[in-house]
């Protein structure tokens, strides 16, 4: 595994640095982008290796899932499962050459949970694009599932997907380790959270349950929260408890990964929507706008674009802040909060 790179103090993850100046936020931009880049190298041979073609499956709908896992995303996902794994990892103020070797070993018990996780956002995105729900046409800048292949063969990519996401948990993690895992994973993708979310999304859109813009305020933000939590936030958690888990973590290290992911998942979403009032197609790499038009709720039409961006830096905060007690091993996962409410992509 290659050197870890220097990192400027400027991007060292602690919340008074949240209040950066630009050439603090431009530091902080260049070592989270080396920090992902390392990520994708570790991660994406691996993405590759799972979807190797096997005889018994359909060549169009490996192809179908290739398309769909190996599009080039920001793999957030993993690099939140492996950077949690290596912060629960060492003790924190061994020399760096240990730090490295605890690092590396960390990170290749946690690959099958990296590898999970992707393959269930990937299905998630290839689903939520299709023409019955979102009904896209652009996704990771590349023609969404069902317009490079169909509907149906976009369907059974999804399904394949999810359904290989837990196989690998099962093959790749300890037995024991293994079954909590894919409880985690479980749980975090299904009706309570990712398709529940999905689902009443979907609902209040269509006028299925009562419209959330008649409720006051303070309401329609819980609302938000309700939906995000479940929709984009528990996978971003059960990547924390997954990294967390496949290096044995204790539940004082657990219960500090747990607040930092349900932190960082809101955040995410206010800095998603912010980006999708205010980001370019090319730079996000699927279409924006959507929201607006479809006059769905999100952060900024409820509470507007300065408080939005306010929320999301103080969540970062407390992101950062819940992870402290980890030490150094924790930098990328601090960094990274930091990085999720400045990015334009
Ligand atoms: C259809 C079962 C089902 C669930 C859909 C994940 C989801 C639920 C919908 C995705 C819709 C969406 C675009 C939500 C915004 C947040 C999100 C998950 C964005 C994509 O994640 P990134 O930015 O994407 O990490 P990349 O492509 O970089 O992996």
């Known amino acids: 595994m290659e050197v870890r790179p220097e990192r400027p103090a400027a991007a060292r993850g602690t919340a008074s640095s949240l209040t950066a100046s630009p050439s603090d936020t431009a530091d902080l931009e260049a070592v989270v982008a080396r920090s992902l880049e390392r990520v994708r190298s570790f991660i994406e041979p691996r993405l590759d290796a799972a979807l190797r073609p096997t005889p018994a499956t359909p060549p169009r709908l490996a192809e179908a899932m290739r398309h769909a896992l190996l599009a080039p995303g920001k793999r957030l996902r993993p690099a939140l499962v492996l950077w949690s794994a290596a912060a629960c990892a060492g003790g924190g103020d061994e020399a760096d050459d240990c730090a490295a070797g605890a690092e590396a070993e960390a990170w290749a018990a946690a690959a099958p949970a990296a590898v999970a996780v992707e393959m269930i956002h990937a299905y998630s995105l290839v689903h939520d694009d299709l023409p019955a729900m979102d009904d896209d046409d652009l996704r990771r800048g590349q023609p969404t599932c069902h317009r490079a292949f169909d509907e149906a063969t976009a369907i059974l990519c999804g399904d394949a997907l999810q359904a290989l996401a837990f196989e690998t ?10 079954a909590r895992g894919c ?5 975090a993708a299904g009706p309570e959270a990712l398709v529940g979310g999905q ?6 859109e269509r006028g299925w349950i009562s419209d959330p813009h008649a409720m006051p305020p303070h309401e ?15 996978l971003f ?11 044995a973590a204790d539940q004082r290290r657990l219960a500090m990964l747990a607040t930092y992911g349900r932190r960082f998942g809101l955040a995410f979403q206010i800095a998603d929507d912010i980006l999708d009032a205010e ?7 699927k279409r924006v706008g959507k929201d607006s038009e479809r006059g769905k709720l999100t952060f900024p039409s409820v509470i507007g674009l300065e408080e939005s961006r ?8 407390e992101a950062v802040e819940a992870v402290a007690g980890l030490g150094e091993p924790a930098a990328d996962l601090a960094r990274l909060a930091r990085w999720i409410v400045l990015r334009n992509h």
């Open 183 to 187: 409880l985690v994973l479980a749980r």
């Open 199 to 204: 689902a009443d999304d979907l609902a209040a």
């Open 237 to 247: 958690l059960a990547c924390l408890e997954l990294g967390g888990l496949a290096v």
């Open 169 to 178: 948990l099962a093959r790749g993690l300890p037995a024991a380790v293994a």
């Open 220 to 234: 329609r933000v819980a609302w938000l929260e309700r939906i995000h939590s479940r929709k984009t936030g528990a």
């Open 279 to 285: 980001g370019t197609e090319a730079a996000v790499g």
């Open 310 to 317: 306010s929320r999301g830096v103080a969540l970062a905060g």
